[in-house]
């Protein structure tokens, strides 16, 4: 089992659509989780950081369950803008999930 | 947050040369790390770089391959050897704290001919 699995999707939503997209990860020691998103050709760029008690940024929430051993984002309103993909990350060695892509249609 | 500077940006190198790809810091920062992104893929973590000592390799990854330097808190090399089609890849170099989101910088784009 890979230490962190992400759908790849694409996933393809209308705009002003919400999306969600769910990451689980294998190793219980992971202390900290991230979300980045990374557009065609260039590095990966921090999105936000997933706490405990969910945190939300303007159109994005991020949610932690360590029960389950998953982080969701949850994406409000898409833009066209948000086309990207997005990797979420598991702070135990910093493994990089394999990534899902969305695309937001006109 | 501290700014990465990478070099070189791109390269275009010839089966069984070795490349050094360049990492410099503006601040001293604890850890720094190197992954591999291949066409297509996510991210993949070659190698700790540890200030002073032997970087931590991950599965897969081996020193002959993937020397990696850090002679000071600001500073990283890391080399591809006897380089293959099969390095073509995007190298990356990232810096963190303990428990800390990673930052980026841009990237060396390889390409092995």
């Known amino acids: 089992r890979k230490e962190v699995e992400q759908d790849p999707g694409p996933f393809n939503v209308p705009e002003g659509a919400t999306v969600a997209f769910n990451c689980t990860y294998s190793?219980?020691?992971?202390?900290?989780f991230f979300w980045y998103r990374q557009d065609c050709r260039k590095e990966p760029k921090l999105l936000m950081s997933?706490?405990?008690s969910g945190n939300e940024d303007g159109r994005f929430t991020a949610q932690l369950n360590r029960a389950s051993q998953y982080i969701s984002l949850l994406i409000r309103d898409s833009k066209l803008s948000d086309s990207a993909t997005y990797l979420c990350?598991?702070?135990?060695?910093?493994?990089f999930g394999p990534g899902t892509r969305l695309s937001v249609l006109p | 947050s501290a700014v990465i500077s990478q070099k070189p940006s791109r390269d275009i190198c010839q089966r069984g040369t070795s490349l050094t790809i360049q990492c410099q810091v503006d601040?001293?920062?604890?850890?720094m790390f190197w992954y591999r992104q291949q066409p297509g893929q996510s991210l993949t973590l070659i190698a700790t770089?540890?200030?002073?000592?032997?970087?931590?390799?991950e599965s897969g990854f081996v020193i002959d391959k993937f020397p990696i330097s850090r002679p000071n808190l600001t500073f990283s090399t890391l080399t591809v050897s006897n380089m293959s089609p099969e390095d073509s890849s995007i190298y990356l170099c990232?810096?963190?704290?303990?428990?800390?989101?990673?930052?980026f910088g841009d990237g060396t784009r390889l390409s092995i001919l």
């Open positions: 990350v598991a702070a135990f060695g910093f493994v």
């Open positions: 190793n219980s020691a992971s202390q900290s």
């Open positions: 997933v706490y405990s």
């Open positions: 601040s001293q920062v604890t850890m």
């Open positions: 770089a540890n200030q002073g000592s032997e970087a931590t390799y």
């Open positions: 990232t810096l963190s704290g303990l428990n800390q989101p990673q930052h």
